[in-house]
């Protein structure tokens, strides 16, 4: 068994000629354009390689396995089909000895298309890659074997039964074949291992196989007295190893290895979750498998250290979303010692097309026969939000009653399928926030209620996630709860001390999940929580902040932390310390310096498991703060330049360094030389560019004497509002500068002393009705329909462009910015917009001194 990852040429195209084939190693995919593209290519693509095999192999069988290949593949072999598999995320083998020659070599071609629509997902908040993403293996094995037929499978499947502390009981099932023309007298031999590699035991069995036969065995060990139990804390791993002998000339023909835990557990609707007899809570998070800008052609060492990262997070449950992932994943869990939930990916409703169930059913068997003996795995999933588009789509209780109906019989058909395939795991639905899933009787048919809840971010308040939690429970009270996603988008570049939902700011972020995991770890009938997601991943429908990507991870797409991992790490894990000043996230930090002051005093927060920590800038102390809900927070007083912030507690220490920029909040002839000054304008947030590392901080009304929006009368204060959009601002890197604005303005001002300005203001229409995608549940995107928002611009009186109108002049949802030299007169630069049509509005605004 090999790997045949190497040598193969790829083209895109339904027909495409030999000149359009180009090198490519597996693993690859064809769709990296998903992080620049919303309409990525989605279609047919084609893979060769020539495949070249020994003679020696001629009384052997050749067998292909492909780890996924998105979404539907068909294998030719010279010319032949050989076959064809339906689904982008289970493995499966195919026997191709009969279209293979061993004297001259093999041409393998294989036909790749993820555009179908009749195979799941059709629709879901991420990007649906295509191409051959993870391994594929060349199989060769004697005429007699281990079945390698069976669903992706290796034909082996091992169950624990009945654990206790003081015995866990074994049962083995497998199948082999007779590929040969004769019958065949073969011997079975199970040994099992302890932890530390001894012998517990060994079974033998003797059969006799038919030519052309399958012959099924199943064994039941002796049980294993006081069992080292496998455990997030102590995954004690034993080992099974399955081996098929010639009977007569004892040459070993096959053999299989599998790990296996001795763990019991239960869920629960009044207590919880519970593992090996004791109280547990779920610390989870779920994980989609692409990295920016690989997409999701990612190596087996890069799946690893994703488990690696989570275990130090002190994870020990993920939701392996939304569909099968890479061998790697659950080895890993294994070994590390995380539970695990895993699903197929029918997400957001359930088409008309039999071959679609048909194809869902076959997905389902797949995924657990292929990945049944991983004791990390607890529940199998089959659905995800299916009601979130039908109740979008379908408005009437007329509408939606087929598409409910159709829901339903697949729901109780895989229900059906998942216990005759594992009748000793769970079985999980994932539901967004709405009761209808209890209504109409999808709520009764799992195990496990699993509760995508966004309470605070995609509209409502905080607290509603807690009272909507009580409803459930005091509805439902038999309904072992999972809280299966929660989260909230933030964006390195923005950050705000009074952070609101949906500004993508780090801090609200961390305000969120700050509220949001206390309740889920206090809460005794919630089994757990699964943070939506470890990662920032590719979700090519999406604008927001960051185009292309879903930015509610705990670390970056290229796995760097963000701060609020620490948080996460800081209550997850009891067996180390934790301290972490969170300001990683804003390293290069700005501020309002008031006129005679010498520093600007912000916030800054540390993340920790002690109970109490001490805080010191540049040597100095600040003071001790006790810890609550692991964190502290303490007024920094900056000053100009590099900073040195070092937290202790006890005996640990975390330091790092922070450069602050004062801006002035009074711009005099002392201070006005060098100052860059740059207003976020119609947003409470600092934000701070990526491509010129220029900070542009929140906006303000005006003082005299200072700067900012003016508004004469308060009781008009209604109509000079803030405005913002989700939808993406093109032919600039600033993406999140322009999605926010100030509209109708009575006038911006700068009293600064008398001179020449640069001044530059940037505008974006923002102001007409865009797409609205399914999954930003409430958040209001889009707006009125702009007829064409123009007018005049004029400084200190005179008028300095007229009729301006962005949306004609470049379009909506487009940035433009326009600079112009003005003087300074009388002590300051009054800027007015005369509104001619629709309203006038600002995005940005910047003065600097020639």
Not at 236 to 247: G, P
Not at 298 to 320: A, Q
Request: aromatic fraction near 12%; hydrophobic fraction near 35%.
């Amino acid at each position: 068994m090999r790997t045949i990852n190497s040598g193969w040429l790829f083209a895109k195209g339904v027909q495409p000629d030999s000149a359009a084939f180009t090198p490519v190693c597996i693993p690859h995919t064809w769709n990296t354009d998903a992080y620049t593209d919303k309409k990525y290519y989605r279609g047919t693509a084609w893979y060769q390689k020539t495949l070249t095999l020994s003679e020696q192999w001629k009384d052997k069988q050749i067998f292909l396995r492909f780890e996924a290949v998105s979404q539907v593949a068909d294998i030719y072999i010279n010319g032949q089909l050989a076959g064809q598999h339906k689904g982008g995320y289970t493995a499966f083998t195919i026997d191709i000895t009969p279209f293979c020659s061993f004297s001259i070599p093999n041409l393998l071609t294989i036909r790749v298309d993820n555009a179908q629509d009749n195979v799941p997902p059709i629709s879901g908040d991420f990007t649906f890659f295509g191409g051959i993403y993870r391994d594929i293996w060349l199989i060769t094995v004697p005429k007699q074997h281990f079945c390698l037929n069976n669903n992706g499978s290796d034909g082996i499947f091992i169950s624990t039964p009945h654990v206790s502390e003081s015995e866990g009981t074994l049962f083995i099932k497998g199948s082999l074949r007779n590929d040969a023309t004769t019958q065949t007298e073969l011997e079975i031999i199970n040994t099992l291992y302890a932890p530390d590699g001894s012998i517990i035991q060994r079974l033998h069995r003797t059969v006799k196989i038919a030519p052309g036969e399958d012959y099924t065995f199943k064994e039941s060990p002796k049980p294993v007295s006081n069992p080292q139990l496998w455990s997030p804390e102590t995954p004690h791993l034993y080992r099974v190893e399955t081996t098929l002998l010639n009977r007569k000339n004892r040459q070993q023909l096959d053999c299989v290895s599998h790990h296996i835990g001795f763990r019991w557990y239960h869920f629960d609707g009044e207590n919880g979750f519970s593992l090996n007899g004791k109280p547990y809570k779920l610390n989870g998070i779920c994980r989609h498998q692409d990295q920016k800008p690989f997409g999701v052609a990612l190596s087996d060492e890069m799946h690893r250290r994703d488990i690696l990262l989570m275990k130090e997070m002190g994870v020990n449950f993920i939701r392996i979303s939304h569909y099968p992932q890479d061998p790697a994943i659950l080895e890993q869990c294994d070994k590390q010692g995380i539970l695990a939930w895993e699903e197929i990916p029918i997400i957001d409703i359930v088409p008309e097309s039999e071959e679609y169930a048909n194809t869902c059913e076959q997905n389902l068997r797949e995924m657990i026969r292929q990945h049944y003996n991983h004791p990390a795995i607890i529940t199998w999933g089959y659905m995800n939000e299916i009601l979130l588009v039908t109740q979008r789509q379908y408005k009437t209780q007329e509408e939606q009653k087929p598409v409910l109906e159709r829901t339903l019989a697949l729901a109780h058909r895989l229900e059906k399928v998942l216990k005759e395939e594992d009748p000793y795991r769970n079985s999980t639905i994932a539901f967004h926030g709405s009761n209808h899933y209890n209504t109409v009787g999808l709520g009764n048919i799992t195990d496990i209620i699993g509760w995508n809840l966004y309470q605070g971010w995609y509209g409502g308040e905080l607290k509603s996630f807690d009272l909507f939690l009580e409803e459930q429970h005091r509805q439902y009270p038999s309904h072992p709860i999972i809280v299966s996603e929660y989260g909230a988008g933030s964006d390195r570049r923005l950050h705000s001390f009074e952070p609101k939902c949906f500004d993508f700011s780090i801090e609200y972020q961390q305000k969120y999940l700050e509220h949001y995991l206390p309740v889920i770890t206090d809460t005794p009938y919630i089994c757990g929580g699964t943070h939506w997601n470890f990662i920032d991943f590719s979700a090519a429908l999406r604008d927001e902040a960051t185009p292309r990507i879903n930015n509610k991870g705990l670390v970056y797409s290229n796995r760097t932390p963000k701060d609020v991992f620490y948080y996460y790490k800081a209550m997850f894990r009891k067996d180390i310390p934790v301290l972490h000043i969170a300001s990683r996230d804003w390293t290069h930090r700005a501020g309002i310096l008031q006129k005679g002051a010498t520093r600007v005093t912000q916030p800054v927060k540390v993340y920790t498991n002690l109970p109490e920590v001490e805080l010191f800038l540049n040597g100095q102390s600040l003071g001790k703060k006790q810890c609550e809900n692991c964190t502290a927070s303490f007024n920094v007083p900056f000053r100009e330049g590099k900073q040195l912030l070092l937290a202790k507690s006890k005996n640990i220490e975390d330091a790092i360094e922070v450069y602050f920029s004062p801006v002035p909040a009074q711009l005099t002839k002392d201070n006005i030389n060098g100052i860059e000054l740059a207003v976020n304008v119609g947003s409470n947030c600092f934000y701070t560019s990526d491509e010129s590392q220029l900070t542009w901080v929140p906006d303000q009304p005006y003082t005299p004497g200072s700067w900012g929006y003016i508004t004469h009368d308060t009781a008009k204060r209604e109509n000079n509002r803030e405005e913002s959009t989700q939808t993406e601002i093109t032919l600039t890197g600033d993406n999140p500068l322009y999605q926010t604005a100030r509209s109708r303005l009575e006038g911006y001002q700068f009293d600064v002393p008398n001179g020449i300005y640069e001044l530059e203001l940037l505008f974006a229409d923002i102001f007409q009705t865009s797409e609205k995608i399914p999954y930003l549940l409430g958040s209001g995107q889009g707006g009125t329909i702009s007829l064409g928002n123009a007018f005049h611009i004029l400084i200190n009186g005179q008028q300095v462009e007229e009729a301006c109108c962005p949306s004609s002049e470049s379009g909506t949802f487009r940035a433009i910015k326009k600079r112009f030299i003005v003087p300074a007169k009388e002590n300051k630069i009054n800027i007015q917009l005369k509104t001619i049509n629709g309203k006038n509005f600002l995005n940005g605004i910047k003065l600097r001194k020639l």
